[in-house]
Nanobody
Framework: QVQLVESGGGLVQAGGSLRLSCAAS????????MGWYRQAPGKQRESVAS??????SYADSVKGRFTISRDNAPNTVDLQMNGLKPEDTAVYLC??????????WGQGTQVTVSS
């Protein structure tokens, strides 16, 4: 069982920056993928960025603006968000997958970008 706690959300003006952080605890020995999803009201949950031992991946809508990073000791995954746009407004959720394919989700942190 893995517990995830996100922090760093908030309200920012368009063009501003926020940094989200997710700390994993519990059975974190064999985490394979770590990443961030987001869900806006009335929209489907979508992958924003993910990172494993080999590579990072980003949604097209955030490429060049967001940067994901990971620290395995302690188990944290951060999302640096620059050039924020009103359409980035959503609840951002941390997500991890272990080497058995089991996934865990955080509770989410609200990001609101005003125009």
């Amino acid at each position: 069982q893995v517990q995830l706690v996100e922090s760093g959300g908030g309200l920012v003006q368009a063009g501003g920056s926020l940094r989200l952080s997710c700390a994993a605890s519990g059975n974190t020995f064999r985490l394979r993928d770590m990443g961030w999803y987001r869900q806006a009201p009335g929209k489907q949950r979508e992958s924003v960025a993910s990172i494993n031992s080999d590579a990072t991946s980003y949604a097209d809508s955030v490429k060049g603006r967001f940067t994901i990073s990971r620290d395995n000791a302690p188990n944290t995954v951060d999302l640096q968000m620059n050039g924020l746009k009103p359409e980035d407004t959503a609840v951002y959720l941390c997500h991890v997958v272990d080497f058995k394919g089991r996934s865990s989700w955080g509770q989410g942190t609200q990001v609101t970008v005003s125009s």
